[in-house]
């Protein structure tokens, strides 16, 4: 499905694609299918200066697969701000991409290296999700 036709369906959703680059999105994605992705962070610094929207409670948000396509209709839960340093174990395996909050830690390390860079006390915008409908 397009971005457009997703849009049709829900309006006022953003779109948004995880990770940066295919491999890595794929994986997420069918970690939001199985239920084991619940939610998801980002740099704050990339939602500031006419960077990415910022998720809002309640709004329903599409997904998209690294080559474009609509994937994923999901809806924002819960939005906080916090320091890298201080994203808890809860959250961090809320994300579903490691076991333990120290492998969090380390992937998410390499992540906002690759990204724009890195320090512990980086502020994140972490969301909480649930899956509305899987477009695939």
Same mark, same amino acid.
């Given at each position: 499905?397009? %971005?457009?036709?997703?849009?049709?369906?829900? %309006?006022?959703? @953003? #779109?948004?694609?995880?990770?940066? $680059?295919?491999?890595?999105?794929?994986?997420?994605?069918?970690?939001?299918?199985?239920?084991?992705? #619940?939610?998801?962070?980002?740099?704050?610094?990339?939602? @500031?200066?006419?960077?990415?929207?910022? %998720?809002?409670?309640?709004?329903?948000?599409?997904?998209?697969? !690294?080559?474009? $396509?609509?994937?994923?209709? &999901?809806?924002?839960?819960?939005?906080?701000?916090?320091?890298?340093?201080?994203?808890?174990?809860?959250?961090?395996?809320?994300?579903?991409?490691?076991?333990?909050?120290?492998? !969090?830690? @380390?992937?998410?390390?390499?992540?906002?290296?690759? $990204?724009?860079?890195?320090?512990?006390?980086?502020?994140?915008?972490?969301?909480?999700?649930?899956? &509305? @409908?899987?477009?695939?």
């Amino acid at each position: 499905m397009s %971005p457009e036709q997703a849009k049709a369906l829900y %309006p006022g959703a @953003e #779109t948004f694609t995880f990770g940066d $680059n295919r491999a890595l999105c794929d994986r997420l994605l069918a970690l939001v299918r199985e239920g084991r992705k #619940t939610a998801t962070c980002g740099a704050l610094r990339d939602f @500031e200066a006419g960077g990415e929207a910022l %998720p809002v409670a309640g709004r329903r948000d599409i997904a998209l697969d !690294w080559d474009g $396509n609509a994937a994923l209709v &999901i809806e924002t839960l819960e939005v906080t701000r916090r320091r890298f340093c201080d994203v808890d174990a809860g959250f961090a395996l809320a994300e579903g991409e490691d076991e333990t909050l120290e492998g !969090w830690q @380390e992937g998410h390390r390499a992540y906002f290296e690759r $990204n724009g860079g890195f320090a512990p006390d980086m502020m994140l915008v972490c969301e909480r999700f649930r899956l &509305i @409908e899987d477009l695939a």
